[in-house]
């Protein structure tokens, strides 16, 4: 059953990434778009904490973590955000369903192998600027798309305590931009759009490492280490006049032939180190760092004076708690708890002010009775950018689910 559920999501899933519309951030404006992949629901639901070998979670971030999966595993996640935009003077609100993984890990003895989907990142944003003066010029701008990853990875157990792994990514992705001018009244004004295709390979290594500190404590570690990569987009533009209704939409008059230049956007590596303690299938407290210097991400179209980059840091404290896995008389104690607290530079600096990202998360696992396989469901509140600098804070509160089917496949007859 599983296998066929695998087989009809995988071909569902393909299809709503592309099409689907991730983000409704301003700041998606620049670089790659605003990278939304936060981890699974599971880590999600702890700020992103992955320290503990897991037999039956996929850990995305770490590809060590395939070489602890005891049985086949199947990962889906998907989210609704609902964020409120303001600045100094209004606010709106907007929401988002999006898909946000799907993979599968395959137990092979002391090797384990993963590999799956993931929209990384998304472009979505709708600015006006309505200029006071008749005489000049107003402004709107839209944008759509983002990148996805392709994955394969592998995982090997060097003892019981030790695991390492390695994957690549496969980045490809479109993003579209249109940039449009004109008079208040005049129906009539130039459009400059941009299409820009993506396309890179990056590479990431793993260690898990635990240790058992008394009888019933054990230490937990954890380190990724992402090299840099480059993305190559190429990027066709055009400028052009239209007519304008009352709706934006717009009718082409006559246009410029197409400008096509190619650019190399630099992802510098990135260092992920956590340490936690706890019991095994009890409890769990942990802390997390990732680091990157800074990026460069500015395109032939998002490259303002205006905008840099710096260096990128998240900062996390989470973990969760089980009442008692074991427990057959009380559904409620084999429930898994999760919480956690998150600091985000995002290594975006728009008009002097680094956009900064905070937040609390909890969740809840789900345990299905009679087999291995669990529903995870998870919270994030939190704050991301400021209404200073004449910027747009964005408050949100976004809710995920996942499933993790487990299963046991390749088993051996037993009769002919």
Not at 320 to 338: C, M
Request: proline letters at 2%.
């Amino acid at each position: 059953m599983i296998k066929k559920i695998i087989v009809s999501t995988c071909l569902l899933f393909s299809f709503v990434s592309f099409a689907q519309e991730g983000t409704a951030s301003p700041y998606s404006f620049f670089g790659i778009g605003d990278v939304r992949y936060k981890g699974t629901a599971e880590m999600r639901s702890m700020a992103g904490i992955g320290v503990e070998q897991d037999s039956i979670h996929i850990n995305l971030d770490n590809p060590a973590s395939f070489a602890s999966l005891k049985l086949t595993t199947f990962a889906l996640g998907g989210s609704l955000a609902t964020t409120q935009l303001k600045n100094a003077s209004t606010s709106s609100g907007v929401q988002r369903v999006t898909l946000d993984y799907l993979a599968v890990g395959l137990p092979m003895g002391k090797l384990g192998v993963g590999f799956g989907l993931i929209p990384f990142s998304s472009v979505g944003y709708k600015i006006q600027s309505i200029a006071p003066d008749a005489s000049q010029n107003s402004k709107r701008f839209d944008g759509s798309g983002g990148l996805n990853k392709v994955f394969f990875g592998v995982g090997y157990a060097i003892s019981p305590s030790l695991s390492f792994g390695a994957d690549a990514h496969y980045n490809f992705g479109k993003i579209e931009t249109s940039n449009l001018e004109f008079l208040s009244g005049i129906p009539v004004g130039t459009r400059e759009t941009n299409n820009a295709i993506l396309s890179g390979f990056n590479f990431n290594l793993g260690l898990l490492f635990q240790k058992s500190l008394t009888k019933k404590i054990n230490l937990y570690s954890s380190l990724n280490y992402a090299r840099e990569s480059t993305l190559k987009s190429t990027n066709t533009s055009a400028i052009s006049t239209v007519l304008i209704d009352a709706q934006f939409n717009t009718t082409l008059v006559d246009a410029a032939s197409d400008v096509v230049t190619n650019a190399n956007l630099k992802i510098p590596s990135k260092l992920t180190v956590g340490l936690g303690i706890g019991t095994s299938k009890k409890w769990l407290i942990a802390a997390q760092l990732s680091t990157r210097d800074a990026a460069s991400l500015a395109n032939t179209y998002n490259s303002f004076n205006n905008v840099s980059y710096e260096k990128y840091q998240k900062y996390s404290v989470g973990g969760y708690f089980i009442p008692n896995y074991s427990s057959f008389a009380s559904y409620g104690k084999r429930l898994v708890y999760r919480a956690g607290l998150k600091y985000e530079k995002t290594g975006l600096v728009v008009n002097s002010k680094s956009i900064q990202d905070t937040g609390l998360t909890l969740g809840i696992g789900f345990p299905v009775t009679g087999s291995f396989s669990n529903a995870n469901i998870g919270l994030e509140l939190g704050k991301k950018g400021t209404t200073q600098s004449n910027l747009v804070q964005e408050n949100y509160m976004n809710f995920c689910l996942s499933l993790s089917l487990n299963d046991k496949w390749f088993q051996k007859r037993k009769y002919n």
